[in-house]
């Protein structure tokens, strides 16, 4: 694909490093399942890459109007999917000394009520997309409340900002404080409204969003099994297996099942395009279902630290040939950082006497995420032709990460060096569509 000149500013030729992943590199790191030029160039014209490899190949074939933008000491990447992430939870950062349960009663649900008002909603989903944005997360599965307002106000802000955005309105009908509890009926209708609405608007995906089995009746679970057959191309998320208290109340309340996930199975909620938040207290059937469905999880390891959840086990899905990708779960995960998350998946690993390549972290972070939600055909990687998100890691961003990074001497330890050390302030910028939507400030 030639680059060509648009309306929004024309051709630009990032220059730097370039990382990016064309299928999991495992825990081989396999040399086929990435691309990295040390001094590349990403060419990006009508909001879509045109055109990536090495500098001294691209450049001389660049429009003699091109913009040549420099990002030396740094590291261009897809921009990050994060794939479990509560937007009305951000309020709450910061809270905790409870496990799930008692998490939720005391910070969560009355955290949530504020959202029946479409200013407060509104004002949040601003403050929560520019944070997004300033870590480098160009992609996001999100949670919003059960108020159709709060979803109305969270793909306005998104629409505004033109970001790939997949989210929906919690259902939930039972086990919750009445304020915020819909039922069956208006759930549903409410569902399909705003699936009519948003679905497929702008670079907008909706996710049929039941909280968690024990916040939905039967009937329920039964309205969303509903709402997945009639939109098969839409996304299904909800939590499971996180907690081995709330894994217990699951047993009481459905006791026909053979396990929690098995209560969303027998409802049709299994299938690709579906994404489960947690998966930890899982065996070797469940994990197997999952493979088996195309559902995918979403590895939380900020979360399930902060709340004492349990860790992921990372070798057992990838025995199951189970997919997965990183989530930020904030509120429960502390940080709106993926480097910072990446970090934490790396230690959990380690507790589990495993091990996450710094690689596979980052393909996690990218490609996996965007395979997960279904749409790695348009961000996630830098093919011809995809959406131009992307993000420019400074590896010179505080003084340690600069030390360590120039005496790293492979890419490998370089990236480990990265995630352990970096945060917010090693994304110096964060494009949209080819657009910059971040630009750091000095330290």
Same mark, same amino acid.
């Given at each position: 694909?030639? =680059?060509?000149?648009?309306?929004?500013?024309?051709?630009?030729?990032?220059?730097? &490093?370039?990382?990016?992943?064309?299928?999991?590199?495992?825990?081989?790191?396999?040399?086929?399942?990435?691309?990295?030029?040390?001094? /590349?160039?990403?060419?990006?014209?009508?909001?879509?890459?045109?055109?990536?490899?090495?500098?001294?190949?691209?450049?001389?074939?660049? =429009?003699?109007?091109?913009?040549?933008?420099?990002?030396?000491? !740094?590291?261009?990447?897809?921009?990050?999917?994060?794939?479990?992430?509560?937007?009305?939870? %951000?309020?709450?950062?910061?809270?905790?000394?409870?496990?799930?349960?008692?998490?939720?009663?005391?910070?969560?649900?009355? +955290?949530?009520?504020?959202?029946?008002? =479409?200013?407060?909603?509104?004002?949040?989903?601003?403050?929560?997309?520019?944070?997004?944005?300033?870590?480098?997360?160009?992609?996001?599965?999100?949670?919003?409340?059960?108020?159709?307002?709060?979803?109305?106000?969270?793909?306005? &802000? +998104?629409?505004?900002?033109?970001?790939?955005?997949?989210?929906?309105?919690? #259902?939930?009908?039972?086990?919750?404080?009445?304020?915020?509890?819909?039922?069956?009926?208006? *759930?549903?209708?409410?569902?399909?409204?705003?699936?009519?609405?948003?679905?497929? @608007?702008?670079?907008?995906?909706?996710?049929?969003?039941?909280?968690?089995?024990?916040?939905?009746?039967? &009937?329920?679970?039964? !309205?969303?099994?509903?709402?997945?057959?009639?939109?098969?191309?839409?996304?299904?998320?909800?939590?499971?297996?996180?907690?081995?208290?709330?894994?217990?109340?699951?047993?009481?309340?459905?006791?026909?099942?053979?396990?929690?996930?098995?209560?969303?199975?027998?409802?049709?909620?299994?299938?690709?395009?579906?994404?489960?938040?947690?998966?930890?207290?899982?065996?070797?059937?469940?994990?197997?279902?999952?493979?088996?469905?195309?559902?995918?999880?979403?590895?939380?390891?900020? !979360?399930?630290?902060?709340? /004492?959840? *349990?860790?992921?086990?990372?070798?057992?899905?990838?025995?199951?040939?189970?997919?997965?990708?990183? &989530?930020?779960?904030?509120?429960?995960?502390?940080?709106?950082?993926?480097?910072?998350?990446?970090?934490?998946?790396?230690?959990?690993?380690?507790?589990?006497?495993?091990?996450? !390549?710094?690689?596979?972290?980052?393909?996690?972070?990218?490609?996996?995420?965007?395979?997960?939600?279904?749409?790695?055909?348009?961000?996630?990687?830098?093919?011809?032709? %995809?959406?131009?998100?992307?993000?420019?890691?400074?590896?010179?961003? %505080? =003084?340690?990460?600069?030390?360590?990074?120039?005496?790293?001497?492979?890419?490998?330890?370089?990236?480990?060096?990265?995630?352990?050390?970096?945060?917010?302030?090693?994304?110096? @910028?964060?494009?949209? #569509?080819?657009?910059?939507?971040?630009?750091?400030?000095?330290?």
């Amino acid at each position: 694909m030639a =680059p060509h000149t648009d309306s929004a500013g024309g051709v630009r030729a990032h220059r730097g &490093a370039i990382l990016h992943f064309r299928s999991d590199p495992g825990s081989g790191d396999d040399p086929d399942t990435f691309e990295f030029f040390d001094d /590349g160039l990403l060419v990006t014209a009508d909001g879509r890459v045109a055109s990536i490899g090495p500098a001294r190949e691209l450049l001389p074939a660049l =429009p003699s109007d091109a913009e040549l933008v420099e990002h030396r000491d !740094s590291i261009l990447m897809p921009g990050f999917v994060d794939t479990h992430v509560h937007y009305p939870q %951000t309020d709450i950062v910061g809270t905790g000394g409870r496990q799930l349960l008692d998490w939720l009663e005391h910070y969560t649900f009355p +955290a949530e009520r504020g959202f029946a008002d =479409p200013a407060h909603a509104r004002e949040v989903a601003e403050f929560f997309l520019d944070e997004l944005v300033r870590n480098g997360t160009t992609t996001a599965l999100v949670f919003c409340s059960v108020h159709p307002a709060s979803v109305q106000a969270f793909f306005e &802000a +998104a629409a505004a900002r033109r970001m790939r955005m997949a989210a929906g309105k919690v #259902l939930m009908d039972r086990n919750c404080p009445q304020y915020l509890r819909d039922t069956p009926e208006t *759930g549903e209708r409410a569902t399909r409204e705003l699936l009519a609405a948003w679905h497929g @608007r702008e670079r907008l995906l909706y996710a049929i969003t039941p909280r968690f089995a024990p916040t939905s009746s039967d &009937a329920q679970l039964a !309205s969303a099994g509903r709402l997945a057959t009639d939109y098969p191309d839409a996304l299904i998320q909800t939590h499971v297996a996180e907690n081995l208290d709330e894994v217990a109340w699951v047993k009481r309340l459905f006791p026909e099942a053979r396990s929690y996930l098995d209560v969303y199975d027998r409802y049709g909620l299994l299938r690709e395009r579906a994404i489960y938040a947690h998966c930890i207290h899982f065996d070797e059937v469940d994990r197997a279902r999952m493979a088996q469905s195309g559902a995918a999880a979403a590895f939380c390891p900020s !979360s399930n630290l902060r709340l /004492g959840s *349990g860790l992921f086990d990372v070798a057992s899905a990838d025995a199951a040939g189970m997919r997965f990708s990183i &989530a930020t779960d904030v509120a429960a995960g502390s940080s709106f950082s993926m480097l910072q998350t990446l970090s934490d998946a790396y230690k959990v690993a380690q507790l589990s006497q495993q091990h996450l !390549s710094p690689l596979r972290a980052f393909y996690l972070a990218t490609l996996a995420g965007a395979r997960a939600l279904g749409v790695d055909d348009r961000v996630g990687r830098f093919a011809v032709g %995809t959406e131009a998100d992307f993000i420019v890691l400074d590896l010179r961003a %505080t =003084p340690l990460l600069a030390r360590r990074t120039a005496r790293s001497r492979t890419l490998a330890e370089k990236l480990l060096v990265l995630l352990t050390l970096g945060d917010d302030r090693a994304v110096s @910028r964060t494009y949209i #569509l080819g657009r910059e939507s971040h630009r750091a400030g000095p330290i």
